[in-house]
Every structure is written in C-alpha cells, then in structure tokens.
C-alpha cells in the first residue's frame, strides 16, 4: 500500500474514531497496570465495574503486595481468569515495591519482567501512563492491519515491528483503540461487513476479493 493510502485511511480513523480515549479509573501509574492486566480477555465495562471497590480496599501498592490472594479475588471474581489474575496482582506489586520502591518502572525491559505484564500490556501502559510511543498489538489490530495489507507478521511481535515502519510515530498509541472500535463495529474477526466499511476501496483484503470475482466471472464467459 501507498504511503498516501496509509495516510488516508488514517485521518479516516481519526476523523470516525476521535484521537483520545478515556482510560481505565484510576490515580496512581500502578493502578493502570492492573487495570490493563484484568482487561485481558474481558470486557471494558467489567474491568470498570470493579475498580472504584478494588482501589478502596487496596489505596496503595503496598496494600495490594501486603494483600492475601483471596482477598484479591474477592473483589475481581466477576473478572474472566480471576485467580490467575490475582496472584499476577499480587506478585506484581510486590516486585514493584520491592525491585522500584513503589514506582512502576518506565522501560518495556523492566515491565515484562512484572508478573502477569506482556509486550502487549507493556506497550499499552507506557502509552496511557507516560505518553511514550508504542504499538499495541491485540486481536483486532492484528486482523486488522493483514486486512488492510500492513502487516503479514504470524505474531504480535513481529506485526509490531512492521507497523513501526508503516506508520508514522504520532499514530502508534491512538491505533490501538481506533481498530478495536473498527474491529468491533465493522471488521469483526466472525465476518466483515464491507459493504458499510468506509475503508472497502483501500483494504487490500477487499480489493483481491473483488479482482478474484472479475477473473472468475471472466473465466465463466469464455
């Protein structure tokens, strides 16, 4: 794809998707962590529904280290994978005050050494937390972007690094939530609809299916 087609489809998601995103409920970096690692194979709205309960009963990171794990659970078992999710909390905390004196650190090296913290929820918390630029590569933007010919990466690793150089810097963190919001009302990963996408005359998905037709009906004629 063209760089002026990147482009174009760009000021697209911004135009139809906004450029912010409201983020989790939270006051201190080390709540948004955690918030982000519940996220993981559940519902915004369920992460939010538990959060004003779980930032009273555990006000700081000391307390949620000092924690029992059950205690933990308690308040997030409505949570998918909540006693896996739990003790990742637990630990993780525990690793911050231990390891950064309470400070959740600001490198991905030092984040994906966190219990429970992948390159995913790594990427997405420097870019919510610090305004440090990163990709973040979910289901949806990985279906996504081999749609739009962007990326043909078997990993989000390796799809990361791809988009890195297809698309410029000042992108990198709003992509993410632009193409869950496509992926969710357009694209979805059960079927696309392209006959409402406002991207169909770009996606290189879209544009092979419709050339794949043509050679077909013309095969049908002679």
Known sequence: ?????????LDKLDEVYGVTK???LHKEPWQLLLAIMLSAQSTDKQVEDVLPTLWKCFPSV????????SQ???QIKTIGLYKNKAKNMKKCCE???????GEVPKTMEELVQLAGVGRKTANLFLSDAYGIP?????THVMRIVKRFGWAKGKN??????????VLPMEHWIRINFQLIYHGRAICTARKAHCDTCIFADLCEKKIEKKEAKKKKESAKGQ
Request: glycine share 6%.
């Open 156 to 165: 989000p690793e390796e799809v990361e690094y791809e988009l890195q150089k």
């Open 22 to 24: 409201e983020g989790f």
């Open 1 to 9: 794809m063209k760089k002026e087609q990147v482009q174009e489809i």
């Open 95 to 101: 690793q911050i005050v231990e390891q950064y004196g």
């Open 62 to 69: 000391e307390s949620m280290a000092n924690a029992d794990v």
């Open 72 to 74: 933990i659970e308690e």
């Open 134 to 138: 990163g990709i973040t590569v979910d």
